[in-house]
């Protein structure tokens, strides 16, 4: 099995900052791309940031310049600092990981979220 276990969420107050962690665990022969989504209420879930094994990253338009996300191959971590935050990045934010066991296919998982609070 293979587990993402999320951190770092929270309520802070615009312009603040925040960074929150997923570390990959389980039966893991190689991690390729890692990424983080959010999902505001009644919207879609929607790409915030990727990167991929070999460190290329990928920002929404909305959050390049403020967020950077970044990976610790070794730990099996991602991670994404949260800089200059605005209340319309009020969402929950999952991770995503697209995981190769041993004998089996590459698989995207999910985190189980966390809950990011911005005030105004």
């Known amino acids: 099995q293979v587990q993402l276990v999320e951190s770092g969420g929270g309520l802070v107050q615009a312009g603040g900052s925040l960074r929150l962690s997923c570390a990959a665990s389980?039966?893991?022969?190689?991690?390729?791309?890692m990424g983080w989504y959010r999902q505001a209420p009644g919207k879609q879930r929607e790409l915030v940031a990727a990167i991929t094994s070999g460190g290329t990253t990928n920002y929404a338009d909305s959050v390049k310049g403020r967020f950077t996300i970044s990976r610790d191959n070794a730990k099996n971590t991602v991670y994404l600092q949260m800089n200059s935050l605005k209340p319309e990045d009020t969402a929950v934010y999952y991770c995503?990981?697209?995981?190769?066991?041993?004998?089996?296919?590459?698989?995207?998982?999910w985190g189980q979220g966390t809950q990011v609070t911005v005030s105004s």
């Open positions: 389980g039966s893991i022969f190689s991690i390729y791309a």
């Open positions: 995503d990981a697209t995981i190769r066991r041993v004998g089996t296919p590459c698989i995207d998982y």
